[in-house]
């Protein structure tokens, strides 16, 4: 089973910044790719897509102008540039991929983050 793997996680001082990375530990296929996060007490919510190929992005309200989804198809990584972090940005933060017939099929493990006042 592949797996996407995470890293980058870490905390830091709100106002600050992190970028996750995220990458398969094989060959997938998949049309999309999400960001999603669970803070503490919360259900897990989606914070970010991006369409593969056309390179479409959609993001959560709480997160939209300070974070930013991208992919680097040459080294097949997925990333999210986290900007402007609020203490309520505290989470475990997982990267998924799916396809529009399966749904997100592949996720990581997850990664902290935690952002200090």
């Known amino acids: 089973q592949v797996q996407l793997v995470e890293s980058g996680g870490g905390s830091v001082q709100a106002g600050g910044s992190l970028t996750l990375s995220c990458a398969p530990s094989?060959?997938?296929?998949?049309?999309?790719m999400g960001w999603f996060r669970q803070r503490p007490g919360k259900g897990r919510e989606g914070i970010a897509t991006?369409?593969?190929?056309?390179?479409?992005?959609d993001y959560a309200d709480s997160v939209k102008g300070r974070f930013t989804i991208s992919l680097d198809n040459a080294k097949n990584t997925l990333y999210l540039q986290m900007n402007s972090l609020k203490p309520e940005d505290t989470a475990i933060y997982s990267c998924?991929?799916?396809?529009?017939?399966?749904?997100?099929?592949?996720w990581g493990q997850g990664t902290q983050v935690t952002v200090a006042s």
């Open positions: 094989g060959a997938i296929s998949s049309t999309f």
């Open positions: 991006i369409q593969l190929g056309r390179g479409n992005t």
């Open positions: 998924a991929a799916g396809t529009y017939g399966a749904g997100y099929n592949h």
